[in-house]
T-cell receptor, first 120, second 110 residues
Framework: DTGVSQDPRHKITKRGQNVTFRCDPI?????LYWYRQTLGQGPEFLTY????????KSRLLSDRFSAERPKGSFSTLEIQRTEQGDSAMYLC??????????????????FGPGTRLTVT | KQEVTQIPAALSVPEGENLVLNCSFT??????LQWFRQDPGKGLTSLLL?????REQTSGRLNASLDKSSGRSTLYIAASQPGDSATYLC?????????FGSGTKLNVKP
């Protein structure tokens, strides 16, 4: 079991540069999520994919952010023209949606180790 | 919008104590509630998932309960150990995504 992996683990960039992060989910999982976490806070939802379709984006995801999941496998998150306020931990999670008890779907999220972004 | 609150924000206990962490949420129309552990600078590790129709789940020394009608969950840790020191996060989900609290930072002193 390889779990969820993310690359790189750390990224330091200068303001105005573009950065791209990669996430490889657990292979049989059909959903993939991106979150952002700042110090002392819980993760904030950014976007998610069901297979290759991007189904929801948070208002936090400005037009400088774009995410893709070609072929429903790995995903990339790109930030263009980085700003100091983008400094955070970017977390990826995956899950398998399946029928739950009492008819509601259920899904358990598994997280990767995160990518720590520092914008100087 | 779903709001998730965790109290206390920090907790320090001596080794061996039993303890309870609290999580409350504003919208009871949830599908799941999941408890996570996060070590400094690391990702989140899933501890327990409770589906909306369940009242509790247990794993080893951990027991999580869910009361949807009152918008509350508790995580009970029995016989705490220094290795339990971490931040504990709860998250509730609708069909699409999870909403997280800010966590309880637990320190178990030897």
């Amino acid at each position: 079991d390889t779990g969820v992996s993310q690359d790189p683990r750390h990224k330091i960039t200068k303001r105005g540069q573009n950065v791209t992060f990669r996430c490889d989910p657990i292979s049989e999982h059909n959903r993939l999520y991106w979150y952002r976490q700042t110090l002392g806070q819980g993760p904030e939802f950014l976007t998610y994919f069901q297979n290759e379709a991007q189904l929801e984006k948070s208002r936090l995801l400005s037009d400088r952010f774009s995410a893709e999941r070609p072929k429903g496998s790995f995903s990339t998150l790109e930030i263009q023209r980085t700003e100091q306020g983008d400094s955070a931990m970017y977390l990826c999670a995956s899950s398998l949606v399946r029928p739950g008890l009492a008819g509601s779907p259920t899904y358990e999220q598994y997280f990767g180790p995160g990518t720590r972004l520092t914008v100087t | 919008k779903q709001e998730v609150t965790q109290i206390p924000a920090a907790l320090s206990v001596p080794e061996g104590e039993n303890l309870v962490l609290n999580c409350s949420f504003t919208d009871s129309a949830i599908y799941n509630l999941q408890w996570f552990r996060q070590d400094p600078g690391k990702g989140l590790t899933s501890l327990l998932l409770i589906q909306s129709s369940q009242r509790e789940q247990t794993s080893g020394r951990l027991n999580a309960s869910l009361d949807k009608s009152s918008g509350r969950s508790t995580l009970y840790i029995a016989a705490s150990q220094p290795g339990d020191s971490a931040t504990y996060l709860c998250a509730v989900s609708n069909f699409n995504k999870f909403y997280f609290g800010s966590g309880t930072k637990l320190n178990v002193k030897p």
